[in-house]
């Protein structure tokens, strides 16, 4: 990696931690609303910090594009149908909404492809044995997320839980998008997927351990 690289890199992750950290301290310290309502920015700072650090490798930003645009229509198909996560509708917090939709609900699906992908690429060889163990990740990022989201604002199931439908249906779904991003794939800073899979899963885990 060059020196530039890698100095941009370290202040990304810098960046990265000190954003997730600082959001758990402030629910912890039940400035919940505060922090909460500043997730658009930190899903833009996670799309930058994949960005900045991988300029020059077009292909992986051009396989971005693929999580990101397959996330937000998978969504409005979501919210407007009831297929294939169960019936649900967003909150506030994501940020602008289209047509019911929140706008950067695609970084959420581009960050999460870009970080599995990664570290299914560490383990698997296959296409296809790299996208399972990549949905499978992705699911339990998931996991964590759902008891939590309606009390953030996020979003909100019917009935107030996330249904078994919706679980599944994240894994299908996650599998298609690794399935046709993995040929963009290409090699990059192996610490920055790692560290947005742990920060996704810290935060989300201590967030729950804090609200419920």
Known sequence: MKKASAYRLQIAITLLWLFHVSA?????????????????????????????????????????IIPLIAGFVIEWVGVHTGWPFGTYQYGSNL???VDGIPLLIGFNWAILTFAAAGIASEWATSRTSKALLAATLMTVLDIWMEPVAPLFDFWT???GE??????????????LIQWFYLPFEVHCARSLR?????????FFAGATWVMI
């Open 194 to 202: 790692w560290h947005l899979y742990a920060l996704f899963l810290l």
């Open 24 to 64: 758990l301290i402030g629910i912890w310290l039940g400035y919940v609303d505060w922090f909460v309502s500043k997730t658009p920015l930190n899903l833009i700072l996670c799309v930058s910090a994949i960005v900045v650090c991988v300029w020059e490798q077009k292909k992986l930003l051009k396989g971005l």
């Open 157 to 159: 199931f019917e009935g």
């Open 162 to 175: 996330a249904p078994m439908l919706n679980y599944a249906g994240w894994w299908v779904v996650s599998f």
């Open 95 to 97: 940020g602008f909404k």
